[in-house]
């Protein structure tokens, strides 16, 4: 059971400011990248690492690990902040994100970089990959878990509802899917785009388990995915829903974030204002 006091609550909330500000200092080292996706998914990010997944990063691969995947892998600046924030290489690494030869590649690469579990690239595949995986750990016994980070957009694609629809069949109730429900994608609004509302509604005529919360409050997904634990029989799915861009001002709601990054200037702005936060949060506690 996860167990946060107020006290927890301020730690991961600083985690998360530090993770943003390197994803922003790491997205413009790189000079390339995604913004709006990776600031929006910081708390839940930093809730999983140093909350809710069983991991040890002095021993990526321990087999007893929970897997965590990430699906819409173009969001990695945020899982890469989160893993250094969490030890499993040093901060400065970040600066080589995208660069050539980096082990911090514009989509997360299993061989590359340990404990990412899967290499993505294309939308919609790591929700089938983990519901293989929560197979395999049923067959094997297992009683670590499967997490998979989904965007909302890659909801379009017809390989995410085969795996809704096998997931429901085999009752995986060691499968947890977060859903990064931003209703922005590279082109506009989701719902202008591609509509995918009655979102919950779909999900739960597939015999899923359905959860929805505030996926920038640190302290309700940690109250959320303790809930989706529980759950038995049944896959479980939280839709997150979030704010593009969440902590820089400039970026908050504007799709046009979705798939670029801040210059000099920006950057700069950007860091003041995640700082301003940080002081705010530390004055709290």
């Known amino acids: ?84 924030e969490a030890g499993y290489f040093p901060i400065e690494e970040l600066l080589t994100l995208r660069k050539f030869g ?48 989904t965007s909302d957009a890659e909801h379009q694609c017809g390989l995410h509802w085969e795996a809704v629809m096998t997931a429901g069949k085999f009752r995986l109730d060691n499968l947890i899917n977060i859903v990064d429900r931003n209703f922005i994608q590279i082109d506009g609004n989701t719902e202008a785009v591609m509509p995918l509302e009655p979102l919950a509604a779909k999900y739960h005529s597939f015999n899923w388990e359905v959860f929805e919360c505030n996926g920038n409050d640190i302290a309700e997904f940690l109250m959320t995915i303790d809930r989706a634990r529980k759950v038995k029989d049944r896959p479980s799915v939280i839709i997150a829903h979030t704010v593009p861009g969440k902590g820089v001002s400039y970026m908050e ?16 702005v950007a860091l003041r204002e995640l700082q301003a936060e940080r002081e705010r949060i530390m004055a709290r506690a």
């Open 253 to 268: 709601g504007d799709y046009t974030w979705h798939g670029k990054p801040p210059n000099k200037e920006q950057a700069d």
């Open 1 to 84: 059971m996860v167990v946060a006091t107020r006290q927890k609550i301020t730690e991961l909330e600083l985690h998360a400011n530090s993770v943003r500000q390197n994803i922003i200092r790491s997205l413009l080292a790189a000079g390339s990248g995604h913004s709006a996706g990776p600031l929006d998914m910081a708390d839940i990010f930093t809730a999983l690492y140093f909350e809710v997944l069983r991991h040890d990063a002095n021993d990526p691969l321990w087999e007893d690990r929970d897997r965590l995947l990430l699906s819409c892998g173009h969001i990695a600046p945020v899982r890469y902040a989160a893993m250094a």
């Open 102 to 149: 980096t082990r911090l590649q514009g989509h997360p690469e299993r061989v590359r970089l340990p404990a990412v579990e899967t290499t993505s690239g294309p939308l919609g595949e790591g929700l089938a990959q983990g519901t293989g995986m929560a197979v395999a750990a049923k067959l094997d016994r297992k009683s670590w878990r499967v997490y998979v980070v």
